[in-house]
């Protein structure tokens, strides 16, 4: 079955940086969209970004854009997510996620909740002012 590990959360001070990471197993991982989530106490689950299966595009909330990077590495299994001049506000714990859909095509469904069918356990990220 999938398996979405995801690693690298923790505290840092509002201007720093993170880097998580996410590594999958039990599925042709290079033929995926993936995505990263995130979600705060007492709010729904929030898109951040996705990548195409083939690497060659990258989407990203507008909360995030210009500051956060989504990268893959198909031959190792692995989705990253370089997170740089950390806010408070992007304090959530942060979810990977795999499309549904084998080779899937990005529309207007990729930023839902319901396009993702196997998700990570999460890791806390926390930034203090």
């Known amino acids: 079955q999938v398996q979405l590990v995801e690693s690298g959360g923790g505290s840092v001070q509002a201007g720093g940086s993170l880097r998580l990471s996410c590594a999958a197993s039990g599925l042709a991982f290079s033929n995926y969209i993936m995505a990263w989530f995130r979600q705060a106490p007492g709010k729904e689950r929030e898109f951040v970004a996705a990548?195409?299966?083939?690497?060659?595009?990258?989407y990203y909330g507008d909360s995030v854009k210009g500051r956060f990077t989504i990268s893959r590495d198909n031959g190792n299994n692995t989705l990253s997510l370089q997170m740089n001049t950390l806010r408070p506000e992007d304090t959530a714990v942060y979810y990977c996620?795999?499309?549904?859909?084998?080779?899937?095509?990005?529309?207007?469904?990729?930023?839902?909740?319901?396009?993702?069918?196997?998700w990570g356990q999460g890791t806390q990220v926390t930034v203090s002012s």
């Open positions: 990548i195409n299966w083939n690497n060659d595009r990258t």
């Open positions: 996620a795999v499309d549904r859909k084998y080779r899937g095509v990005v529309d207007f469904t990729l930023a839902t909740t319901r396009r993702y069918g196997d």
